[in-house]
């Protein structure tokens, strides 16, 4: 009796369904960060009753307050996710702002999600440093002459091992030489 010829190209997608499932277990997992506020919370602040202290006692302390109006107080939540080359890349993002008369009295709420958000082009360019730039003669004989008064007699492995008359028990180093 004579088998059945196994074809190789049928069996290919059945021996890598279980290496495709096994990656899986290396995906990245969502992060969550921020101070997430949900809607039920909201709903017990009222604008014109409720106060900063009852903010504070309801939601946490905010995230951030605005840099020009310590009266706004912004929850910033985000949900973030590894990618390529391990850079963060954010999947949700939320921030509610909570704003506040003079008196802490609240005045409105309301939401910005990751649509509604504006992206900020950082500066191109560099602040200059003071002696930023070396010469090849500098780098090569720039450490000559210096040395680490941390390092040297006294020290396990220093000149002189600890021993008198070679700076046993001089800080600083090169006594005795």
Known sequence: MRRPAIKLHRLFPLLLLPALA???????????????????????????????????ALLGSPTLRETFNDDDWLYVSQITKRRIARTQGVIRQHVV????????????????????????????GHTPAPGGRASLFQQLVGGV????????????????????????????????F
Not at 25 to 54: C, M, W
């Open 97 to 124: 702002v909570l704003q506040f008369n003079q008196q802490g009295v609240l005045q409105s709420i309301h939401g910005i999600d990751k649509k509604n958000a504006v992206m900020v082009a950082m500066a191109g």
């Open 22 to 56: 096994g990656c899986a277990i290396f995906s990245a997992r969502p992060h969550y960060r921020g101070n997430a506020v949900s809607a039920h919370e909201l709903k017990q602040l009222r604008p014109g009753v409720s106060t900063k202290a009852d903010a504070r």
């Open 145 to 176: 002459g210096h040395y680490n008064p941390g390092l040297g007699a006294g020290q396990p492995g220093g000149f002189g091992g600890g021993s008198p008359g070679y700076g046993g028990g001089n800080a600083g180093g090169f006594s005795g």
